[in-house]
């Protein structure tokens, strides 16, 4: 919670003291500073929100990205052990391939 949402809601309470204050001694000065308070704590308290809410934003953004970061690091990675399975295989393949070549071509010469 904001250092200002607290400050605002104690600002609200000290207006609504002096408010009731000045209405029950009929100080009408009084009164309405009170209500000023109020008004003045209600602000403080909204701007306070309006701090946590942008922070909690910034923060859900910031653990999306690392999500969507983690998520596109975690399928290249999968991408390239494909790709080094692909070119093991091939070799493998042509490797077999021209043992069988060289295999025939010894047979029919020898």
Partial sequence: MDKDTIAGKAEQLKG???QKAGEAVGNERLANSGAADQVKGAAREAWGKT???AHDVA???RDDAQMRADDARERMEDKTHEMRDKITSSAQNLRDKISEKLDDFTERNS
């Fill in 16 to 18: 609504k003291i002096k």
């Fill in 59 to 61: 923060s859900s953004r």
């Fill in 51 to 53: 701090k946590d809410t």
